[in-house]
């Protein structure tokens, strides 16, 4: 037998089921009605990200936001109250992280 044969991994313990309870046990669409109402990063195709309080959404993406700030490169950009972004510029939407 050689060295490397010799040496092994300790099994991995088992899981439990209460051991993922984030939002990875939740579908997309839970996830999002989850977030209504709250603060959201929805970053662009273009790399352009806008954080906010999500409004609504419609089964197409369609965002409207409020009190939406707009980073390019991480830097704010501007500022505004209302803001509507077209589900199909949309790459992704994450909960914002508290300041």
């Known amino acids: 037998m ?9 099994p991995l313990p088992p899981t439990t089921s ?3 309870k984030s939002n990875e046990s939740k579908s997309p669409s839970e996830f999002l009605k989850g977030v209504l109402g709250r603060s ?3 970053k662009l ?7 906010g309080v999500l409004a609504c959404l419609d ?4 965002i409207a936001m409020e009190q939406t700030e707009e980073y390019v490169q991480g830097q704010l950009r501007a500022k505004y109250g209302d803001c509507f972004i077209r589900g199909n510029n949309v790459l992704y939407i994450s909960t914002a992280k508290r300041r």
Do not use: P
């Not at 050689?2 to 300790?10: L, P, V």
């Not at 195709?45 to 954080?51: F, K, L």
């Not at 089964?59 to 369609?62: L, Q, R, T």
């Open 59 to 62: 089964g197409y993406m369609n």
């Open 18 to 20: 209460n051991q993922f």
């Open 40 to 42: 959201v990063v929805v």
């Open 2 to 10: 050689t060295d490397q044969a010799k040496t092994s991994t300790a």
């Open 45 to 51: 195709n273009s790399g352009v990200d806008y954080r």
